[in-house]
């Protein structure tokens, strides 16, 4: 057995079939000798039974609480090879990719590597709006970075030695995994050829964003993650680069303590009111106020959250084979 190929989802249905199809087609392509494990995170629609009738997946299903990260770690306790590649359930692997990372023994030729990945963003209704590059890892020649998404391959040996994902984080367990391999010395080789194609709704969609808000999932990848790479280097030019706003929050906040002057916190409103229209300018015509809105309680609900929020890790994890 070469590669294992792990693919999480939940209720993806129909980009389900498309990304157990691609991972088949290379299988087949290039004559692997791979497995399939598909790890389910309690769908109500007929993924698993799509993945094991249809693609005679080895398939697992989380029965009790569930993450990507928990997924993924059960993906690679449950799986054979040396070489790991994840994928969503929402992803189409390139098969022309395979060989840019696989040597002649088809082992992979890189300790921790990914490729550029096209979106396609669709509505909450399922209407294609665009596709373009993911634009925060794109990459027009290989380079390294800190972090890593959901699509990527690695050694088991790398994997064990910082002992997987950590499942305390419901969002962000890959940028969390990344700034631990980037801390201990192995940042991610970004290769500038497509791996896979992501079929995703819009991520600034306003409902999304709403459902990020009201879930707490908005606080993983940012709070939680500050707070626990603290000192790590590469998570601090993150917050400079991403968070701008939530930063200038606490720098207003604190000035306006130390030197009793409630008008620096006006620094904050005109730094949002800024950042939002620069970013929002192709959108503003309809939802600039909602925009405006989120960013706020994102911003504090994350500088709360940073303080005083602080999930468990020690998660029971529960899961059969279906």
């Known amino acids: 057995m070469n590669i294992s190929f792990i693919v ?50 080895r398939v697992f299903k989380i029965t009790g609480k569930y993450n990507s990260a928990i997924a993924r770690n059960i993906g690679v306790k449950e799986s054979k090879s040396e070489n790991l590649i994840f994928l969503d359930g929402d ?11 696989l040597d002649e023994k088809v082992d992979l030729k890189y300790e921790f590597v990914s490729g550029n990945f096209v979106n396609y963003y669709y509505s909450i209704d399922g209407h294609l709006i665009n596709q373009d590059y993911y634009k925060k890892i794109y990459c027009a020649e290989d380079s390294y970075q800190s972090t890593t998404g959901g699509l990527f391959a690695i050694k088991r040996k790398l994997w064990n030695d910082v002992g997987g994902m950590h499942v305390n984080f419901k969002k962000g367990q890959d940028l969390d995994l990344g700034y631990r391999l980037a801390q201990k010395g192995f940042l991610l080789l970004r290769k500038k050829e497509v791996m896979a194609v992501h079929h995703t709704i819009d991520y600034q969609e306003v409902k999304r964003l709403w459902q990020s808000l009201h879930s707490g999932a908005a606080v993983y990848p940012r709070a939680i993650l500050y707070r626990t790479h603290f000192t790590n280097k ?81 998660i029971k994890v529960e899961y059969e084979e279906v």
Request: proline share 3%; charged share 20%.
């Open 8 to 57: 999480i989802g939940r209720n993806e249905g129909e980009r389900l079939i498309k990304c157990l199809n691609s991972i088949r087609l290379s299988i087949e392509t290039l004559n692997l000798e791979a497995e399939i494990i598909y790890v389910d995170s309690q769908s109500i629609d007929h993924s698993i039974e799509i993945a094991k009738k249809q693609f005679d997946c």
């Open 91 to 101: 992803m189409e692997l390139q098969s022309s990719f395979l060989p840019v990372i």
């Open 234 to 314: 590469y998570v601090l030019k993150r917050m400079l680069s991403s968070d701008p706003t939530l930063l200038v929050l606490v720098v207003s906040l604190f000035l306006t303590l130390l030197l009793q002057n409630s008008w620096l916190l006006l620094l904050y409103p005109a730094l949002l009111v800024s950042a939002v229209v620069i970013r929002h300018r192709k959108r503003l015509r309809t939802d600039v106020f909602q925009r405006l809105i989120i960013h706020l309680f994102r911003d504090v609900l994350n500088l709360l959250a940073f303080f005083f929020f602080y999930p468990s890790n020690k």
